[in-house]
Structure formats: C-alpha cells, structure tokens
C-alpha cells in the first residue's frame, strides 16, 4: 500500500457572470417593485400620461386662441417631435427590409427545401444588414398609451357634467391657470363637435384611408404569392379596425389620427419614397426610361456602325 493516497476531485461549481446587462435588469426589477408598491397602478397612469398629455392641451388651449381644434394640432406635432428618434429607427428598418426582398428571393430558391438552413441565412442576412425584428414594434408600444390618454383627456376636457369637470381639476397642474377660466371650452371645428363622432363619417373614412396608404408604403414587395397575400390582409385589417373604431370615438381623437397618419406619409415619403403605394407609376416610369434610352443605344450603335463601315471602305 502506498502512503499516499489519491483524493478524490471535488465536482467545480457552476460559474455565473456577472456583467453589466445582470446588473442592468436587477435595478430595473428592484425599482419597479420599489415603485408599484408605493402607487397604484391607477395612480402611476395618471401621473405618468394622462396628467402630462391633459395638461399639455390645456397649456396649449390657453395660449393658443383658445381652439381644441388648434390644441391638437400643436399637440399631434410635438407627440411626433419626441418620438422623431424611434419612428426614423422604425422606418430606416422599413427600408432595409425592402432592400432586402431580392437577396432574400435568392436564399429561397436555393435553401427552399431546406427550413432550418434557411432560416439560418435569413437571420445571418438581418445580420449583415443590420435589420432587427423587433425594430418596428417599440414605436407602436409607445403609440398605445398616447392614444389612450389622449381619448380619456378628450372626453373630460370636452364634457358637460359638472361632476366629471370638477373631477377634472383635481388632476390640473397647480401652477397652470384655474380651470373655471377656461370653461367652456370650444369644441367646434368646422362641422364637427370634438366631443362627439363625426356625424357624417367623414373622419373615420379618412383615418382608414391615410393608415392604408402607410401601410403600403411600409410593405415590402415579395415574389411569393401567399407572403404577398399575407401582407394585403394585414394592411388592410388595422385601417378597418382603427376606421371602425373612429366610427363610435369623439371628433379629437379621429383629428389627431389624421393629423398624425399625414405627418407619418409625409415623413415616409421622404424615407423610403412612395414604397409600394404607388408601384406601377414607377415601373410604368422605369420602363419608359429604358425605352427612352434603347433608341439612343441603337441610333450610336448604328452610326458606330457605318463610320467602321466608311473606315473599311476607305
């Protein structure tokens, strides 16, 4: 027997880094307990949308002529300033994403009876071109609560109850001016009142109309049928939903659609160009540059032709 005898290995432990991201999440958790436990969920809306956003319309109403109409307006366009940053990052991706369809017909016809390797190269190109599938969807999380608070604004703003408009007060900033000063308030803009859906449907149509034409500005052609039938249906299903939801909801809020979807055509426009809203004009454009541009190549092809001919001759 020797004197020395081998001891057994301890099994290592699982090691867990610990980098800044970890760090990043246990402070975001910790303070969102802290922060819920101290107010209600309730409590926490009103103070972070729906006091900011009726506040801001009424600072608005009273320095600007005293029109809701010209409050939401001034209100639609300072919504779209701050989120300038996430809605350029959203349509920047649109735009990549449709530069993209052509590389990415290719990797279809060559990995198609392939899924798995497929879906590795798609990934592998979203890469390379820097696309990220959820680039698209903070902006529209961003969009929800902002549509929420300015509708509960715009029926307390606009009401008749004198119940409902002393409740309103109490969520008035105190260094504003007194809310009895601004009462009542001017609801009227053109034929429609703010406080009460358009009785002529006239805004809910033109909400539904502007959503599809971004829409089709945003999508990004494709070759495949049942993808390309995939993105109709769904271009068409969020103008018609948010059309059908107009149909019941005040004037304000239909106004601030419209004034919202022409600043989002606007400023697509200018980011991706008409996209697929108008792809026939320019194809239809395309072409006739090309056939503009074939009778000049035959005619320098023709004269190229007869001076070697001359050249020969002589």
Known sequence: MSSTESKPEMPSLPQFKLDAKFFKWVAIITLA??????KSLGEWWNLLFFEPMLNSLLLIYRYLGHSFALSILVFTVLIKLLTLPMTRKQMETTKKTQEMQPRLEELKKKYGNDQERMSQEQVKLMRELGISPTGCIGPMLIQFPIWIGLYNSVLRILSNNPAQLFELGKHVYPFLPQLSKLVPFQSRFLWLDLALPDPYYVMPILV??????QQKMMASPTADAQQQQMNQSMGLMMPLMFGFFMYS????????????????IVQQYFTTGWGGLLPKKASANAGAARNNASPASNSKGKSDGSKSQKKHSG
């Open 33 to 38: 307990v802290f922060l819920l436990n101290m």
């Open 208 to 213: 539904a109309a502007l959503m599809w034409a």
């Open 249 to 264: 909801a005040p004037s304000g809020v239909a106004l601030y659609f419209v004034i919202s979807n022409i600043l989002s």
